[in-house]
């Protein structure tokens, strides 16, 4: 299971990626990407903007929220608590030194946190989907 390091914390099963690009863009990128490969997206989130209307200021952040029913549906048949998971999600958002990175539950975080055949947790790895689509 990975550990990342975000804000000087350390953070089990989650996968963080750093992007060259805005977060308006990476989002935008890693949502063409899904749709490439028939995923739904089911919501797309700037949180920027919906704290702004509570009054808060941060830095840019939005949320990509997707499936496949197909990977995901194997999932929820092996243990149903596992939709707790699902859909699957990005965070997308930018620190106070303006770089841009991309967070999500890593695979075997959600492999081993439901206890799931490797074969049934495999399509939930998103590490190639994301290189290429911030390549």
Do not use: C
């Not at 700037?46 to 704290?51: A, F, G, M, Y």
């Amino acid at each position: 299971m990975k550990t990342s390091i975000v804000n000087g914390i350390a953070i089990s099963g989650v996968s963080v990626y750093q992007s060259k690009y805005s977060v308006k863009n990476t989002t935008d990128r890693l949502q063409a990407a899904l749709q490439k490969h028939n995923v739904t997206i089911y919501a797309r989130i700037d949180q920027q903007q919906e704290l702004q209307k509570a009054g808060y200021t941060i830095l840019p952040m939005e949320f990509l929220l997707f499936g496949n029913p197909k990977a995901g549906g194997p999932v929820i048949i092996e243990n149903p608590v596992a939709a707790l998971d699902l859909p699957l999600k990005f965070m997308i958002w930018q620190d106070d030194l303006d770089q841009v990175h991309v967070a999500y539950n890593d695979a075997e975080y959600i492999k081993d946190r439901y206890q799931l055949p490797a074969d049934v947790a495999a399509p939930l790895n998103l590490d190639s989907l994301i290189s290429s689509a911030l390549s």
